[in-house]
């Protein structure tokens, strides 16, 4: 095993003074849920660990001016048990409901899972249709960006050599939204996503009343999708984001735009579905081929629009 | 160059001189010689090597050592020393329902029920279900673990036991 020193930051300030002391020989840590498997199969060898978890003051979840602030050290787990985000942030409490296992869950944090940058975090998808922001500080101060020019590559973002993530923010979500996410894997638990998909609609109920019928006797998919087009509903906004499908997380903008606007049906959706599978880029990996990979892109937009429209209804009746 | 730290362990507040790079897991076994916690694939995905931090179910073979200063630990051991049957009830319900084969799971996922139950004293079977979703039982003895520790919660009433918290 990789020996190393291990240095427990008291404050952000602290943590970036020694990342300008000990440069490329240092890295951050959080949960450490990646990091330390990292470090065990030889990905990653600091002679420093900076850790960032006694930082308590990075760990919260409040509304704020409109908005949703997220903390970078909040744990999975603390994401899990937020009522406010199982209300209105569907898509992130779906993601971190089956990220790992509780164990995982208990020490892992939002933050960590974002810098990690893997094509395949969990949280990268709900965080990109929801919009957020992300804050960081480094020995110049702070700056804000938009995810999704966050990541950069596989392993690689935009947060500086010096600098530390702070917060998440998210854009309040207007009421007729709703977000979900689909992890796409052979097993729940302890399973990293084959393909993961999220997605944001804002919708118009028009006449939501076949669905709204079909969702309370629990009906299957395929009548379920029979209802929808029964149904009179308007995509007043849509957002749809995949991981595993690109060498980064990824919105799919142009099978946004076949939706936005239209009246929500089966057809459009296979259409939507479409247009992401030509947008996305994925490879053939251990988990799935990449022929695979587009065919599951265009069905699951369905089964998405279906997840967010079970939450509208339910919220109105 | 090690450090000195202090935590509680199973009650107990200790001290022990710990390298940086080592894990809780290994601060437990080689020093404090509780070999209740195992190393199975130490990685983070088998569960064999979970332990309680302040109450929390947590692996402890990716927990740094030094993270554990001023916290509380508990592990299997623990559990059994503070009970005046010598064995806790969630062990008692893991022995009576047949709950084990090889055992070497039965530390973790007995932490995994303990910390569950601790903070959900009547989980429905999709909560054990997901409490127990990162311990591997290579014997696959799944539907006996989630019998004991139903029966744990149901023969529980007074919480588990005093003092083991």
Request: overall charge neutral; proline content about 5%; glycine content about 10%.
């Amino acid at each position: 095993m990789v020996k190393y020193d291990y240095l427990k930051a008291r404050s952000v300030k602290e943590a970036i003074g020694w990342l300008k002391e000990y440069g490329s020989r240092a890295m951050l840590i959080a949960g450490g849920t990646d990091v330390m498997v990292g470090i065990k199969q030889g990905k990653f060898a600091p002679e420093v660990l900076i850790s960032l978890r006694g930082i308590e003051e990075l760990s919260y979840i409040r509304p704020e001016d409109q908005r949703l602030k997220i903390g970078a050290l909040t744990t999975h787990r603390q994401l899990e048990r937020s009522e406010l985000i199982r209300e209105r942030f569907g898509a992130l409490a779906d993601a971190v409901q089956n990220l790992g296992s509780v164990q995982i869950r208990n020490v892992a944090t939002i933050g960590g899972n974002i810098c990690n940058a893997a094509p395949s975090a969990d949280t990268a998808p709900p965080l990109l249709i929801h919009e957020a922001e992300v804050t960081m500080e480094g020995p110049e101060g702070r700056r804000s960006m938009a995810l999704e020019g966050f990541f950069l590559g596989p392993g690689k973002t935009a947060l500086g050599p010096e600098e530390v993530l702070l917060e998440f923010s998210l854009p309040w979500p207007p009421d007729g939204a709703a977000s979900a996410y689909w992890k796409h894997s052979r097993r729940q638990a302890m399973d990293l996503p084959i393909l993961g998909v999220a997605m944001y609609l804002e919708a118009e109920l028009k006449e939501a009343g076949p669905l709204g019928e079909a969702f309370a006797q629990g009906a299957p998919l395929e009548e379920l999708l029979e209802a929808l087009d029964r149904s009179e509903i308007y995509c007043k906004e849509v957002r749809l984001a995949l991981g595993v499908a690109a060498p980064t997380p990824m919105r799919a903008k142009g099978a946004e735009a076949v939706l936005k606007g239209k009246r929500l049906s089966t057809e459009g959706l296979l259409e939507m579905g479409q247009v992401a599978s030509e947008e996305a880029q994925p490879r053939d990996t251990v988990r799935g081929a990449a022929w695979y990979r587009r065919e599951i892109i265009r069905v699951l937009p369905k089964r998405l629009a279906l997840f967010c429209l079970k939450r509208i209804t339910g919220r109105k009746g | 160059m090690k450090r000195r730290i202090s935590f509680t362990l199973n009650g107990e507040k200790v001290e022990a001189e710990v390298e940086p790079h080592w894990t809780l897991l290994r601060l437990l076994r080689e020093v404090f010689e509780l070999t209740g916690a195992k190393e199975g694939c130490g990685m983070g995905e088998c569960g064999a090597c979970t332990v309680q931090l302040d109450g929390k179910a947590v692996v402890s073979c990716l927990l740094p050592a030094l993270e554990v200063e001023g916290k509380e630990v508990w592990t299997v051991e623990g559990l059994a020393e503070r009970s005046p049957s010598g064995l806790h009830p969630i062990q008692q319900a893991f022995v009576q329902q047949g709950a084990i084969q090889c055992g070497f799971c039965t530390p973790g996922m007995i932490m995994s029920a303990k910390a569950l139950l601790d903070e959900n004293p009547r989980p429905t079977e999709e909560e054990i279900k997901t409490a127990i979703s990162g311990n591997i039982c290579r014997c696959t003895g799944y539907v006996q673990i989630i019998r004991a520790i139903k029966a744990a919660a149901e023969g529980g009433d007074d919480g588990g036991v005093e003092g083991s918290r």
